[in-house]
């Protein structure tokens, strides 16, 4: 399984970016798909997550409201709406599936629980 992230760039505060993710290798309907973020010398931190079936979605606090998940199960591709970007915003941005487990009615938030990464995408916010 390949995960492609792509759509990063930069973008003024208060502007918008939508990200992809690829999914090659594997029919990923039943796998929970989440985007993480890394800012320089940060750890990597949780952004959204979606179910296999894209019924179920979360949102770290920091982003709810201005960032939407969604997914195509017919293209294997998720998306991350990020609309109303700050400066903060700024990071490499992952994408990643969990493989593990039958995930087409959960999503998954945590780090440890997700088997295959993209390769990121930059997004730079400027104020």
């Known amino acids: 399984v390949q995960l492609q992230a792509s759509g990063g760039g930069l973008v003024q505060a208060g502007g918008f970016l939508r990200l992809s993710c690829a999914a090659s290798?594997?029919?990923?309907?039943?796998?929970?798909m989440g985007w993480f973020r890394q800012a320089p010398g940060k750890e990597r931190e949780f952004v959204a997550a979606i179910s296999g079936s894209g019924v179920v979605t979360y949102y770290a606090d920091s982003v709810k409201g201005r960032f939407t998940i969604s997914r195509d199960n017919a293209k294997n591709t998720v998306y991350l709406q990020m609309n109303s970007l700050k400066p903060e915003d700024t990071a490499v941005y992952y994408c990643?599936?969990?493989?593990?487990?039958?995930?087409?009615?959960?999503?998954?938030?945590?780090?440890?629980?997700?088997?295959?990464w993209g390769q990121g995408t930059q997004v730079t916010v400027s104020s």
């Open positions: 990643a599936a969990t493989l593990r487990y039958n995930s087409y009615y959960t999503a998954r938030t945590l780090i440890r629980e997700y088997d295959v």
């Open positions: 290798g594997r029919t990923f309907s039943r796998d929970a």
